[in-house]
Structures are given as C-alpha cells and as structure tokens.
C-alpha cells in the first residue's frame, strides 16, 4: 500500500509573503527548525539515514512551525539513532500534509524497518489546523502527541465549506489502518497516538499513552475507518474484529456526527 501523503521528496517552495526560519543544524543532537507566516507553500524534507521526514503547505495564509531532532546517540550500540519531527501549522484555503518514514532497524530483534506514518488536511472556503508529531527508534514508529496536540487536545481541527482529512500509519509488511474524511462543516479528529512496527501497526491508541480516537463533525459529511491486516484486525471501541484481510466502517451523516473511539490494532 505505502499509502505516503507525501509520496515524493518534498521541495522548498516560498510563494507571496512567507516568512520562512533558518535551519539549525548542531553536531550532537542535530535539529532543523523552520517557522513561517504568510500566504504562498512551503515543503521541506529532512533525510538523517535513520528516518525520512518533511511537511508540506500552501493556502492564502499559511502559519506554523516545523523541528526535527536526530539524536546522534545510537542506543545499545544497535546503530540507529532516536528521531523525532513535529508541526504545528495553520492554512486558510489550502492544505497542510505531513509524513514520516523509518529507514533502519535492529532487524535481528524488531524486523524490517520501512515503517510510515501521514497526516494531510485540506480545506475549500475556510481553515484547517494540525498538530502531528512522529518518533523512530531502533524498534518501531511512533506518533506520541501527548503534550504535542492544538489547544483542547486535538490534532486536526477545521472549519470549511468543504474539507479533506487523512491520518494513517502502515507496517513495513504492509499492514495498515487510516482514516479519510470529507465533510462541509466543523470538524475535530483527535488522534493522541499510533504506532508501526514490522508487522503490526495501531491508530488512535499505543505508545505508553491512553487511547485518544475521538471525531466529532457537525454539518455533512463521510467518515471512513479502514485497517489491513494478515492475521487480525480489531476495531476497539467498536467491539468489531475479523481473523485478517481488510476491515472497513464507513458513516454518512447530516447535521451531525460523532465518534467516540475509532482506535485500531492490525496484525
């Protein structure tokens, strides 16, 4: 599947007012930080060998921040290095992707590396904000955004005429699980953590943090929760499972919706 919003190398792209901060890089641990603020895109993608990461936006303004930290540290002597990326941005009639990708592994131990994880809204006649964060190591992916998420504890927030949402994680052997939402209206996704290993993958829950899946919508829309997997896939707060393939719940609504744990585990 490799379902990466991002999909290709990201290229730096400054339209129109953008503000856009220097990159600073330090010998141990080395970090890029880079904030704008104004109308036209930019994109960035940051390689460290360990992990590929990088963002992209545009719209008629654009605000946020984005920061990377390789850690240069190589724990246990496994010769991988601890990673970490986050943004923060807000767009008005635009759109704000992000995505993440484990290059390395202790593969004796934890299996192929390969794992990846996305983020991407975009909005039509309103405006969108999103927090996603992600970490790599020499075991697996995870988004931990505990302390990390927009004000009131969530992840993507918007208010359009019309709007895209996409949030996903996959496992190197392509198991997956995401959801991919339109809608006209207000919208609230909160997704605290998830998480891919080689072979399982796990959205809305995990990562030593309680679950935090919860979406909420008024207006109209359509809310689609998919998950792939070779041996199991659960649905937790839906109380829905299936012994592997492909489990899929798809809503309709009017005036309004609500759900209150749409997390997944795969396998």
Known sequence: MKKR????????????????GSAVLADDPTEVKITWDGGGGVGVTVDTGDAEAGF?????????????????????????DNFSAYLNAYVENGYIGSSSERL?????????????????VSVVDGTASMAYRTTTNYASLIDPSYGYQLSGGHN????AGSYLIDRGVEASDGTNAYTLIT????????????????????????????????????GD???????????????????????????????????????????????
């Not at 936006?57 to 010769?79: A, E």
């Not at 959205?203 to 008024?218: C, E, I, P, V």
């Open 5 to 20: 919003i991002l999909g290709i190398a990201l290229v730096v792209s400054i339209l129109a007012s953008l503000l856009l």
């Open 104 to 120: 390395t592994s202790k593969e004796s131990m934890y299996g192929a590396p390969g794992q990846t994880s996305w983020s991407y």
């Open 183 to 218: 809608g006209s209206g207000t919208a609230v996704l909160d997704n605290m953590t998830s998480g891919a290993s080689a072979t399982g993958v796990t959205l809305g829950r995990g990562g030593g943090s309680y679950t935090d899946a919860n979406f909420s919508a008024t």
């Open 156 to 159: 993507i927030i918007v208010d």
């Open 56 to 80: 992209a936006t545009f719209g008629d303004r654009i605000i946020g921040s984005y920061s990377t930290v390789d850690s240069n540290n190589n724990p246990y002597s496994y010769n991988v």
């Open 221 to 267: 829309g359509s809310f689609t929760l998919s998950a792939t997997g070779d041996t199991s896939v659960v649905f937790n707060g839906m109380g829905v499972s299936s012994g592997g393939g492909t489990l899929s719940f798809v809503a309709n609504w009017v005036n309004s919706f609500n759900i209150a744990d749409y997390s997944v585990t795969a396998q």
